[in-house]
């Protein structure tokens, strides 16, 4: 049974496809009876050099030509960015084309109308690729959990980020180098800043969210701070105080709505989440009747990707070979999204203070005033450097800012020169 496929997109996802594909193809074959044909691949730039060699004709600059060749059945988009993708996307859903894409942006940002189109032409819209690398956590959410109350959703799902904070705690490593590593090995996006920023996890805490809730959140309503005020000295004392720095996505649905945030945590050294290393990715999902399940594995680069691409690919496939009028996974219900600031968060406070008598009862007083209860206090130095490290209880986000805004303004507070929030220092997960 042949397929023909058109691809847009030849870079560090597309380069491990075709391996996959052009010099692997065989096992696709053997395993599923599929000969899947790679018939058009759309690129920007002709003169590059590939990894995989095509036949004459293959290549084009022009991504059209690949969504519009009668010989493409299927479309896998693997170029990134949210335009011209986005309209190619619709393009091939319109044409009554099944689609793949890694693309978290895009499905982040025009998700919901895309989902909408791939309904109205019956054919499948498939995107496990862009949550967690070759992670299977898209399938699981839309299918296999489809029927079950999701209240949670935790977990570590931008690989350069973790590979960043990972070489920073464990090497000393240098906040630039460890970026230019992951760059090098095919973690990050194109535009990094994507990933240091926090948007790339944002976005896919979005999709996350939307699926696990079945409510659409778009990646604008997720509160997303990014890695790149993280520094040497938050993740010595971390790591002095028995915790590790990550970079989370946090997606609840609580009876007054939900709430998606992505930010720095502090998180115990005993969490399952704490030994998550490198480009790995682990999702925790949690509701009444299952529990907790954990989802890890290699959550960037390419072939850890490409796999997830390659298993949506020989799933569409089968779909368009049996026929049938494909409906979407999920339909998605109005729901109330909730702004950060009525979330309830842990907090970690660095601040640089004199040290003189009455210095603690003044910062002890502001946290009073703001009804904010305060875990635990140490002190590092003395005389005319001394640096307080607080934790404080869970509370509202609001007014754990408003605390911060008012130690800010205290004569004897020099600098708020951190506030990294704290996760999972409740019970560890039962697992
Ligand atoms: P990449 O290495 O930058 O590759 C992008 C490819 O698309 C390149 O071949 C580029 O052509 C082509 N392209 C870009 N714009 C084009 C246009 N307007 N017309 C024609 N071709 C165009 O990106 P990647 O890392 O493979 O990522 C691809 C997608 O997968 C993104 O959505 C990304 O978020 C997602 N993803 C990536 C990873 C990962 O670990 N890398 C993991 C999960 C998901 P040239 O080669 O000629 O420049
Ligand atoms: N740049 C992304 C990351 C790729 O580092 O996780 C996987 O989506």
Redesign the pocket.
Known sequence: MRVGIGI????????ALLRKLVEEGSSVSTKTGLEIEVVRV?????A?DRPVALADGVLT?N?LEVVNDPGVQLVV?????EE??GDLVAAALRAGKPVV??????IASRGEELIGIAGQSGVPLLFE??VA?GIPIIRPLSETLAGEQIDRVLGIVN?TTNYILTKMTEEGAEYKAALAEAQEL?????DPTADVSGA?AAAKAAILASLAFGTWVGSDRVYTEGIEHIGATDVRIAAELGYVIKLLAVAENTAEGISVRVHPAVVPAAHPLAVIRGATNAVFVEGPSFHELLFAGP????A??AT?VLGDVVDAARELLAGAQVAPPIRFQPGRVLDFESATTTWYLRLEVADRPGVLAQVAGVFADNDVSIKSVWQEGEDDGATLLLVTHANNEGRQRASAAALRSLEVVRDVAAVIRVEGAGPTPNL
Do not use: H, Q, W
């Open positions: 847009l997109g030849f870079g560090t996802v597309g380069g759309a690129v920007r730039d002709l590059k600059d991504p988009e693997i170029m990134g960015g011209p993708a894409t890694a693309n978290k942006a895009l690729a862009a690398g690989g095919g973690y990050a996006e194109s790339d959550g960037a680069g390419g850890p990707t997830a």
